[in-house]
């Protein structure tokens, strides 16, 4: 039986660079004075990220808190400053349209595979 697999292919497939970016960032969210009321915040900011720079978002943290919300944005590229720059435009994505929601705090990473 002849195999289907192309090996030079699938090898330099495995040796192409992959960079995984991931932002982590606390917003305080001041208005909002119940857990609905947050999360429609949350949810509108989130489904507007995903949306507009293509990247994976989700709320990830303080989910039972009605002032503090906890979300991590993500994307993956060949290119390391690409990532990094995705990940700047998206914190700067998230400041600009957080309907009044203030960010209290930021992580970054790149993670290269």
């Known amino acids: 039986m002849k195999s289907c697999v192309n ?11 992959v960079v995984i970016g991931v932002a982590r960032i606390v917003l305080h969210v001041p208005e909002s004075g119940s857990l609905k009321s947050k999360r429609q915040v949350v949810s509108g900011l989130l489904r507007r990220l995903r949306q507009e720079l293509k990247v994976a978002a989700a709320e990830v943290g303080e989910l039972d808190r009605w002032q503090l ?3 991590a944005i993500v994307t993956v590229s060949g290119d390391r400053r690409q990532a990094d720059r995705v990940l700047a435009a998206a914190l700067a994505f998230v400041e600009a349209h957080a309907d009044g929601a203030q960010v209290t705090d930021v992580s970054t990473e790149l993670l290269p595979l």
């Open 7 to 17: 090996w030079s292919k699938m090898n330099s497939f495995l040796a192409a660079k």
């Open 69 to 71: 919300a906890e979300i």
